[in-house]
Structure formats: C-alpha cells, structure tokens
C-alpha cells in the first residue's frame, strides 16, 4: 500500500477528485430520484445531488469561505461540509477572536452513530476556535413530532450527552440544555410565534389540518433555539445541520430580521424601492452625467425620463439586468418623484419600534437627515455604520437586535449498505454505542465501491467517490490526518488498493475508535451527574398525544 511518488500531478488530481466526489454527492447515486432537492426536516430522503442546493436554495459553497476560516477542521478542508449560508461574520469572528456562538441539537429518537458525530465535531471544532458553544435535546420536537415516550427520550439523550462529552465537549464554557426545561427558551419562543403564521408552516413544512399543534409550538421552539445564543446580545452565530435542516435555518433568518426595531436599506429619494428596483435605480444615479442637467444634483423625472428610453446595452455596462415589470415600475416611480433630487442615503425603517425608541434613534443619527411618518433618512452614514447604530438603539431601548444566524451544511454519510445512513436500519449505520467487535464485523460486511474482481480492480482502479468504506476514513476514521485519507483515494482509485485489505483495515480502526470511545464514556459518566441539566424528565408519566 505504498503511494506512487512518481507522479504528484496525478495525485494532486486524485485529491481534488475525492474532495469534489464528497461535496458532489458520491454515494447517494444509490437514491437518485428518491428526494433529490425537497428539504423535509423530518423526511427520511437522500439528497442525491448536493449540487442543486447551490442554485435551488441559496445555499453557498464553503469552497468560498475555506480560506477566511481559521485552522479549518477536516470536515471542512475535505469537502464533507459542503455549503453554507452567510457563514463569513462567523468565520470573521473567529479569526479575530471577536464573540461568535455555535449551536446544535440531537433529537433523542435512537441511539447516537456516527453521522451524528459529525454535528459534535463541528461545535467541539467551533468551541476551540473561542465560541460560545450550545448543544440541545430537542425533547419536545421528539415528543410532538416523533411521538416519542419521555422514558425513551431520557434513555437517549443520555447517550446523546456522553458521547458529546466524551468526544471533547467543555460543559464548563459551553451550555446543554434541554428544550422542556429552559423556560427562557420557551418564552423567546412565544415572543417569535407572534411574528410567524399559519400560511408559513403549509408553505415551508406542507403542515395541514391534520398537523397537531404541538408539532408546530415544536417549530417555533427550535426558532428559539436558533436564536437562544443571542439572548445576552447579539453575535455571529452558526448552525452545523445537513442540508435537509435548512427550512428551519431560513425561517429563523426570517423571524430573526423581523424581531428587529428596526430595518436598514439603501434609498434614492422619499418612496419606497424594491431590491430589483433599487439596484436600477442605483445604476440610473450612476449614470446621471448622461442626462441630468445638473450632474450633482439629479432629478427624478429626468432619471426616470432618461430609465424609460435607455437601451439594455447601456443597463449591461453597469452591470444590471432586469425584467421589463421592474423597470416599469421604476420609471413609475421616478417620474411620480417629479422635480426632487435623487440623492444616495440610508434609511431606517421603523419595524417594530416603541415611539420612545423611533425617537432616541432620530437624535443619535449625526450629521443631514429626513424625518418622515415610518422612517428616517441619514445623509452622512454608510450601510455598516447604519446598521451598528440601529442595533446600540434597539438593545439601549429593550429589543434583541438580533443577528441573522448562519449555517453550515454535511453531507448525510452513506449506510453501510448503500443508500442513506438511518437509526432505524441497524446494519446501515455504526452506533457510538455498539460493541467495538460489532462495529468490527459492520464495516467487514459493508459494500464497498469495488471492482467485480481483483483483476479488474487492479486494471481499472476502484470508485473510490462512490464507496461507503471510504467515506468512513474520510469522515472519521483518518481523522486529521489528510495525507492518510488521500493515500486511502489514490490506492484505490489507482488500482493498488483492493476491497478486502481496505476493509480490515476500516474495520480495525474503526473498533478502536469504539474502544476509546466507550472507554471516554465511562469517564465522564460522573460529570455528565455534575451538570446543570435534567437526566430524568417529570413529563414521564405522559404518552404523546396527553399533552
């Protein structure tokens, strides 16, 4: 199993090759066609081409964040965390050891494997990089949405906790908790039901007449939990999930902006602009040597005059494109402005204001500004500087501030045996829990991305991307030893590895991962009694449905 130093080029490819392999999907060709894009948070489907999230969703590539993070984690540098959303003020924060959280839940429905120990890598990983660490048993939504007995949910969340703890977790600068016991928890919870409705959870979740209430408090609870990190003052904060969490991630990015006091935008005279319609508008200012009579000072009417007759060719060159509603609407409107001047300013928008609030935050904006019913317009500040002023007025007067939280997203690990990993399928998946000679026996039986025959194998090399024992040292079992995990791609994919070598290998490693792992267990046994958090809960006299 020696590496081929005679040619590096080749194994740089190799590399690049099994970390695009990871991030495009690999092994979940297996359930194509199952669920390839819909995002369910409590589905069972695989998402088979990770790709789509990219352009359906939103979601960005960590690829672009990579190199802003600090010490990134194998997770990361491997490919296995794929995406992300808005993960940079995190990134920002960590590297300039500035305050930032990170926050994760286990819902206690089985016992926890290994594609769960991928969220506790991810906020032990956060925690040693300074941030404020939070890690939840989201007992409720197992409850409602599972209907899962409170004497199961004990059983499991114990197993959740000491296997949090015993891969590193510091209780001592982190917070658990559970989501029944944390009465802040519940009470930013209902402030946040106020903000949501009923056509949000058809739309987001397909909930329907059929859906119990409790399953929809729950969503509002993880809302909550979303957020808790926030409640002392705001901070970047990021959410390790796969991707089939991201519905949550996006309705609390919602909520989140719309708890705010107050919003900040861009504007170019007393009416309102859609996004689509203040990027033209922008353009058309930029443009004002064109048409205006007065280059400084650019009038409505001769901008909406000059919008209307432009060309495409002369909105291409600044970089805009839109469709011919937007660009109507903005001539509307620019020429209803009539003879005002089409100044840049920044405007504050009064969303959830007190009066006493909308007043202090009229004194402290500096320098020229416009007072109006429902906003305020400030001449002399940028963007940054309007949002950092918004946010010292809403916390002096009582509100959260609230920053928008971040994720970032996994890939599902493969099951043993093909298709998507499940708590449900025992040979499918290790548990954090099996015993070591088990774990052992697992992955010798698992299938592998192997050749018919050794000859074969040898000839045309292994599919090293599409093979469930690879991913095991990628995720796990290489741990941080990258020249290792690409030693494993090149061997196989270069025909010098066969399956039956690479197996017993996987299969060593990972039962003494098992053993140190049970060992650690044992030892913080006596902490986890220590910690402030509820083992037992008082709702075990309570079936589902009895709420």
């Known amino acids: 199993m020696t590496r081929d130093h005679d040619a590096p080029e080749r194994e740089a490819q190799n590399d690049e090759q099994a970390r695009r392999a990871l991030a495009d999907g690999g092994t979940d060709d297996a359930a194509a066609g199952a669920d390839d894009v819909a995002l369910d948070p409590w589905g069972s489907s695989t998402v088979s081409d990770y790709r789509k999230l990219f352009e359906e969703f939103g979601i960005g ?61 991810e906020i032990i990983w956060h925690q040693e990089q300074g941030a404020d660490a939070y890690a939840l048993i989201a007992d409720l939504e197992a409850h409602s949405a599972r209907g899962m007995s409170w ?106 902006a719309r708890m705010r006091f107050f919003g900040v935008t861009e504007a170019y ?34 901008a909406g005059a000059w919008l209307a007759e432009a060309d495409q060719t002369a909105l291409d060159e600044r970089g805009v ?54 906003h305020v317009d400030a001449f002399d500040l940028d963007a940054a500087e309007a949002e950092e002023l918004a946010q010292e007025i809403e916390l002096d007067n009582g509100g959260y501030g609230f920053v928008p939280p971040s994720s970032v997203y ?55 991307d599409e093979c469930p024992v690879y991913e095991l040292y990628a995720y796990l079992l290489a741990g941080d030893d990258d020249e290792f995990a690409k030693e494993v791609y090149d061997e196989c994919v270069n025909g010098e590895r066969l399956c039956g070598g690479c197996k017993e290998q996987a299969a060593e490693l990972m039962q003494a991962f098992l053993e140190d792992h049970q060992e650690k267990r044992a030892e913080v046994e006596e902490l986890l009694e220590d910690l402030d958090i509820s083992l037992e809960s008082p709702r075990r006299g309570v079936a589902p449905g009895d709420d």
């Open 321 to 374: 494109v839109v469709d011919d509603a937007v660009r109507d609407s903005a001539v509307e409107k620019l020429e209803n402005g009539g003879m005002e001047p089409l100044r840049p300013r920044v405007r504050f928008l009064d969303l959830n204001a007190t009066e006493e609030a909308f007043e202090a935050l009229i004194e402290a904006v500096p320098g020229e500004k416009r007072r109006y019913d429902e």
């Open 151 to 256: 004497v199961e949910i004990d059983e499991h969340a114990r197993d959740y906790l000491l296997s949090l703890l015993a891969l590193g977790f510091d209780p001592e600068e982190g917070e658990l908790y559970r989501q029944s016991d944390n009465r802040e928890l519940q009470d930013l919870a209902f402030e946040l039901g106020s903000k949501a409705n009923f056509s949000e959870f058809q739309g987001i979740y397909g909930f329907d007449g059929e859906t119990n209430v409790s399953h929809m408090q729950s969503v509002v609870t993880q809302m909550a939990d979303i957020l808790y990190p926030q409640l002392e003052e705001p901070k970047p904060t990021v959410i390790p999930v796969g991707p089939d969490q991201d519905p949550h991630v996006r309705f609390a990015r919602d909520l989140a």
């Open 269 to 302: 005279a007393s009416f309102e602009l859609t996004d689509a319609e203040r990027a033209l508008v922008g353009a058309v200012y930029d443009a004002r040597d064109e048409y205006a009579d007065e280059p400084d000072r650019p009038r409505c009417e001769e």
């Open 410 to 464: 996994h890939r599902f690990m493969t099951g043993l045996t093909g298709g998507k990993m499940s708590s449900s399928i025992p040979a499918s998946h290790i548990s954090l829990l099996d015993d070591p000679e088990e774990g052992y026996e697992k992955v010798k039986a698992a299938t592998t991305g192997g050749r018919e025959t050794a000859e074969k194998q040898r000839e045309l090399g292994g599919k090293a």
């Open 61 to 121: 590539e960590f690829d672009d964040v990579l190199s802003q993070t600090p010490n990134p984690h194998h997770l990361m540098r491997r490919g296995v965390i794929f995406g992300h959303r808005d993960y940079e003020p995190v990134a920002d924060a960590l590297r300039a050891g500035e305050d930032a959280a990170v926050l994760s839940g286990f819902m206690p429905t089985g016992d926890p494997h290994i594609g769960h120990k991928l969220v506790f890598d």
